[in-house]
T-cell receptor, first 116, second 118 residues
């Protein structure tokens, strides 16, 4: 069965600090997809990134970067020079074909609070 | 804006009453999902539809829950005889791109329907 663990419940930083959100996953499939979603206070989850299990290249998008390491089953998310607008709950998710179709399983989320 | 919309946004009801939530997905999306989220937790999968067919249901979906998607457009989620444990945010999401083994899980979520059972 697929499982996603986000051990950090809440992280508090001061603006301009760098912050890394951890995500560890479990799956028996060799083909799977990993995601990060952002849930701001308004409540709507917003898709940030998808990676497939065959592409371990790290990705950078502006202040956001993602580090995918199959050897440690981790898909960590780093925000560089954090801003107050980054305050939100961030969810890591995994989808594989264990249930017959790709349905994302979400972690419990990490609440990021960025203080001015 | 043609994003996923949900109605109502908030619902307060007394234990034992029935409630129904509606979700209108992005128009060209053929897959529709229902998730439930409680405070401090991530979204938990309830069920999903490929067009009008309900293809998978979670064990979380007890007999009191029923979902439909007539004509493969909007969907409704009904909870009968509500219990206090049903209090949660009910999230709807949609996605496109092919059948069950092609769609890899990039979902577009609505703002959710918050249910409070007194």
């Amino acid at each position: 069965a697929q499982k996603v663990t986000q051990a950090q419940t809440e992280i508090s930083v001061v603006e301009k600090e760098d912050v890394t959100l951890d995500c560890v996953y479990e799956t028996r499939d060799t083909t799977y997809y990993l995601f990060w979603y952002k849930q701001p206070p308004s409540g709507e989850l917003v898709f940030l990134i998808r990676r497939n299990s065959f592409d371990e290249q790290n990705e950078i998008s502006g202040r956001y970067s993602w580090n995918f390491q199959k050897s440690t089953s981790s898909f960590n998310f780093t925000i560089t020079a954090s801003q107050v607008v980054d305050s939100a709950v961030y969810f890591c998710a995994l989808s594989d074909l264990s249930g017959g179709s790709y349905i994302p399983t979400f972690g419990r989320g990490t609440s990021l609070i960025v203080h001015p | 804006d043609t994003g996923v919309s949900q109605d109502p946004r908030h619902k307060i009801t007394k234990r034992g009453q029935n409630v129904t939530f509606r979700c209108d997905p992005i128009s060209e999306h053929n897959r529709l999902y229902w998730y439930r989220q409680t405070l401090g937790q991530g979204p938990e999968f309830l069920t999903y539809f490929q067009n009008e067919a309900q293809l998978e249901k979670s064990r979380l979906l007890s007999d009191r829950f029923s979902a439909e998607r007539p004509k493969g457009s909007f969907s409704t989620l009904e909870i009968q005889r509500t219990e206090q444990g049903d209090s949660a945010m009910y999230l709807c999401a949609s996605s496109s791109r092919g059948g069950p083994k092609q769609n890899t899980g990039e979902l577009f979520f609505g703002e959710g329907s918050r249910l409070t059972v007194l």
